[in-house]
């Protein structure tokens, strides 16, 4: 019993911080400016907003390239490092993920003063290097745990059934690492497309995202703020619903295929 | 054989191209031209010149850190209590819902995008300050606001550090001191306390290098408080982004950094190697 009312601050801290935050971003979502309930009103500013339209479609842009570039690069990395002959000590992995720790800001304008020394023009494709360089960590980390968790004696299987090891690897591993693949996506896209400061750093404030159109939005219409970062709660909420479902399968012994 | 040399040549490239900017700017701490272009000769004056605070942002560098150290130290002590009582009574749950509610909850400020989180808190604190009317000016009020803010977000991480250690603890010496005459707060200390330190100590460390790290929800929430995170913000139009003693602080920052992380990963690795 004293126990289990050592659990009271937290959850009454977390109520206040967590759970309220939240509820007021769905008050404010569909409320207007002067606090009276309006459920579309927000979002029909939304869709006349003239820059919504460009910021969705560099997100989207954006979005798909650094999830795609994370997993063609991380995907082998990865898979690799799972492998006795290329990370024997673990180190390997490790250094992948010491990069995550250091304040993104400063690897972003390090990377802005590299590109500077280097006489780099500064666009979409510097800003999707950067997003690329602070997301890949987010990648190769769940799909290392899930192959790891592999069980070895399948591959052993297949290959002792007369697949050859490329074989093995496409029908094999693939389609069990793909949990991995999806949380892995989960982690990369969403917060790639809503972090802030990025772009405006990598562009030299020629391009926007939808975490720096949230932040300028913020400065003068909180309802229209809050109905985007309501959209994207939802959006996250299903992806993590999803990723979840796919796990769970994962954990009962089932592939996806 | 080929194989081995072309994957061994592909981590290595990435992890180059991963390292480089990083690399780069330690270099470049060590010679004072304003921008990476060209090397001046080495020296230390940009240590010196950090250090003696005779650098061009050394005034702002001084409040970033004071400010940053702040925060992160008060953001640490309370998400450390917070999170190791959270964890504490979340073990202790009977009720599989209850712990399943408890566990859900604290995963949202760890899946949520940022910006979202820090507009949430924005708007609560908006709320208080229209219901309790605290004004939004002295340093130690901003300070105060960053600190909840932040605990917020680092707790969780704590809850997540300590909870292994105490689904490893045998629950039978709490209960042990218990029928021998010890109240419950103090076997508390003497038993279950001792037995996940190194969880809570691990925490603690998560906790304050992601408070000193945090920048959105710093920017969304305060203004005229520079953190180190907004005074790398506020050069960001420069020409040269990263002027000579930031260069230097930075290269100190990035060693420690490497050091903490050293910490937190290697006890992990000891306990993976018992069993």
Redesign the interface.
């Known amino acids: 019993m004293?126990?289990?009312?050592?659990?009271?601050?937290?959850?009454l801290?977390?109520l206040?911080?967590?759970?309220?935050?939240?509820v007021?971003?769905a008050?404010?979502a569909f409320t207007d400016a002067e606090g009276a309930i309006d459920l579309i009103g927000n979002f029909k500013d939304l869709a006349n907003e003239p820059a919504l339209g460009k910021v969705i479609k560099n997100s989207i842009i954006a979005g798909l390239s650094t999830a795609v570039i994370c997993l063609l690069?991380g995907y082998?990395?990865a898979y690799?490092?799972t492998k006795a002959?290329?990370n024997r000590t673990?180190v390997?992995i490790?250094?992948?993920l010491?990069?995550m720790?250091?304040?993104?800001?400063?690897?972003m304008?390090?990377?802005?003063?590299?590109f500077?020394?280097l006489d780099i023009e500064m666009g979409m494709g510097t800003v999707i290097f950067g997003l690329c360089?602070e997301f890949?960590p987010f990648m190769i980390m769940p799909i290392y745990t899930t192959i790891q968790k592999i069980d070895k004696s399948l591959i052993e299987g297949a290959t002792d059934l007369g697949a050859t090891p490329t074989k093995a690897f496409w029908k094999v591993t693939v389609p069990l690492s793909l949990p991995g693949v999806l949380s892995g996506l989960t982690m990369v896209v969403?917060?790639s497309i809503?972090?802030?400061?990025v772009t405006?750093?990598l562009s030299n404030?020629k391009l926007m995202l939808l975490?720096d159109f949230?932040?300028q939005l913020?400065a003068y219409n909180?309802n229209m703020?809050?109905a985007i970062?309501f959209v994207?709660?939802v959006l996250?909420g299903i992806s993590?619903i999803i990723t979840n479902r796919f796990n769970k399968d994962d954990a009962k012994g089932g592939g996806l295929w | 054989m080929v194989r081995k040399i072309l994957v061994r040549a592909f981590i290595g490239i990435v992890l180059i191209i991963l390292y480089l900017p990083i690399v780069w700017m330690i270099v470049f701490s060590f010679t004072d031209t304003p921008s990476f272009e060209y090397w001046n000769g080495f020296s230390f004056q940009n240590y010196i010149d950090l250090f003696s605070g005779t650098g061009s942002n050394s005034a702002r560098i001084q409040e970033a850190i004071v400010n940053t150290l702040f925060v992160g130290v008060f953001t640490s002590l309370l998400s450390t209590v917070l999170g190791t009582l959270g964890a504490i009574g979340l073990h202790a749950f009977r009720s599989k819902r209850l712990k399943a509610v408890y566990s859900t909850v604290n995963q949202i400020p760890m899946i949520n995008s940022e910006i979202v989180t820090a507009i949430a808190l924005a708007l609560v604190f908006n709320l208080f300050a229209s219901t309790i009317t605290i004004s939004n000016g002295t340093w130690g009020e901003t300070a105060f606001k960053l600190i909840l803010a932040h605990t917020s977000y680092c707790a969780p991480y704590v809850l997540l550090n300590v909870l292994p250690r105490l689904q490893k603890s045998d629950n039978k010496i709490y209960e042990a001191a218990l029928d021998l005459g010890c109240t419950p707060a103090k076997a508390m200390f003497k038993v279950v306390l001792p037995d996940i330190l190194p969880g809570i100590i691990v925490g603690a460390i998560l906790a304050f290098t992601l408070s000193i790290d945090d920048f959105v929800i710093t920017k969304v929430n305060v203004t005229s408080f520079e953190t180190l995170s907004t005074l790398l913000y506020g050069l960001k139009s420069g020409k040269h982004p990263l002027p000579p003693d930031i260069r230097a602080l930075f290269s100190i920052i990035f060693f420690i950094v490497f050091v903490l992380i050293m910490i937190i990963y290697s006890p992990k690795k000891k306990s993976e190697q018992k069993s």
């Not at chain 1, 004293?2 to 959850?11: C, G, M, V």
């Not at chain 1, 809503?194 to 400061?197: D, G, I, L, M």
Request: hydrophobic letters at 60%; aromatic letters at 18%.
């Open positions: 004293f126990k289990k009312l050592l659990a009271t601050p937290y959850a801290f977390m206040l911080f967590v759970l309220l935050p939240i007021m971003i008050v404010y690069i082998p990395i690799y490092l002959e290329f673990g390997l490790g250094l992948f010491v990069p720790w250091v304040n993104f800001l400063l690897r304008m390090s990377t802005k003063a590299v500077n020394a360089y890949l969403i917060p809503t972090t802030f400061a405006e750093i404030g975490g949230i932040y913020k909180l703020a809050s970062s994207l709660m996250l993590m």
